[in-house]
């Protein structure tokens, strides 16, 4: 019996450390310069070291145009309302609207296979001028939101997460408004809720389209391949980054700057900086920004003009 007892206890001994070190893992914080900061994050999380890695400074001249990036499907957005949200500040490092009635998948788009909802979460700063993820042309926003899905086929978001394609993530970025977007008074008012770090509180549902541009199914979008922002940084996403812009005014967005972090200094700057593209390709479904064969194109016309301006002075 005394055997038996210092066996289970034993066993108890070793889940309690193994449980401790698995709460500890997640050592990481968007701080530049400390040693949990993001330029350190590859130490502990060696897939953050990789070369595909997000985010990345979308720059449009250089995205190629494809025909295979059709809309994307966004209809089943429209019936999340009737269904369970849970919003939480996760350890003063995320705020997240995680997602758990009806399935909603996303389609179409150039995706290879269905996409399924698993949470949606937001990235800002602590001024206008900075708080996105991804650049624009060497531009950032105030704010950032990423609607996560994963593969439908596939067993849970853990296994998702460590496959190529396993994850299919859409961001939009915001943009400062006079006035207050409304529709966000529907997630805003829980925000008084989850002020202290890793709280959470329910949401009463509603159509996560409310969150989202009008024009969801007509939006021009980017594409490429990268990685998730946050450790273990796995290179498993495709990303879609929306053209459309969703407004939010000052006093709402000082909601998010608002909430506690770890240290129960305000949550600000929550974002991962950007990374080296490594010449990877951006397509995209707008056609109006000339490609760079077409501008060799241009080019040698107008060669062809001036030796033909020259021939004419010449004779
Ligand atoms: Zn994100």
Same mark, same amino acid.
């Given at each position: 019996m005394k055997q038996f007892m210092t066996s289970s206890l034993l066993f108890c001994l070793v889940i309690i450390a193994a449980m401790y070190e698995k709460g500890n893992s997640q050592v990481w914080n968007y701080r530049n310069g400390e040693p949990d900061g993001p330029e350190k994050w590859y130490v502990k999380y060696p897939h953050c070291g990789g070369v595909m890695q997000s985010p990345i400074d979308i720059v449009s001249s250089q995205a190629i145009y494809s025909p295979a990036l059709t809309s994307l499907n966004?209809?089943?957005? !429209?019936?999340?309302?009737?269904d369970n949200f849970t919003l939480s500040n996760r350890g003063g490092r995320m705020v997240q609207l995680v997602y758990s009635g009806t399935p909603i998948y996303l389609l179409g788009g150039g995706l290879p296979t269905a996409y399924k909802l698993v949470q949606l979460h937001f990235h800002w700063g602590a001024n206008q001028y900075l708080g996105s993820e991804h650049y624009m042309d060497g531009k950032s926003f105030p704010m950032e939101v990423h609607l996560v899905h994963r593969q439908?086929? !596939?067993?849970n978001f853990s296994v998702a997460q460590e496959l190529p394609y396993g994850l299919a993530v859409v961001g939009f970025f915001f943009q400062m408004s006079e006035r207050n977007n409304t529709k966000y008074d529907q997630l805003l008012k829980y925000f008084h809720n989850i002020v202290k770090p890793d709280t959470a509180t329910e949401v009463e549902s509603f159509q996560l389209t409310d969150l989202l541009p009008a024009n969801l199914d007509s939006m021009d979008y980017y594409r490429y391949f990268g990685s998730l922002t946050t450790p273990p940084c796995y290179e498993s996403v495709i990303w879609t980054v929306s053209t459309s812009y969703i407004p939010i005014s000052e006093s709402q967005i000082n909601l998010f700057r608002n909430l506690q972090n770890e240290n129960l200094n305000n949550f600000v700057n929550g974002y991962r900086p950007i990374q080296d593209s490594n010449h990877r390709i951006v397509t995209t479904t707008l056609q109006d920004y000339p490609s760079s064969a077409s501008l060799t194109h241009i080019q040698l016309h107008f060669l062809l003009i001036c030796v033909f301006i020259v021939a004419l002075y010449i004779y």
């Open positions: 966004f209809s089943d957005y !429209l019936m999340s309302k009737g439908v086929q !596939l067993a």
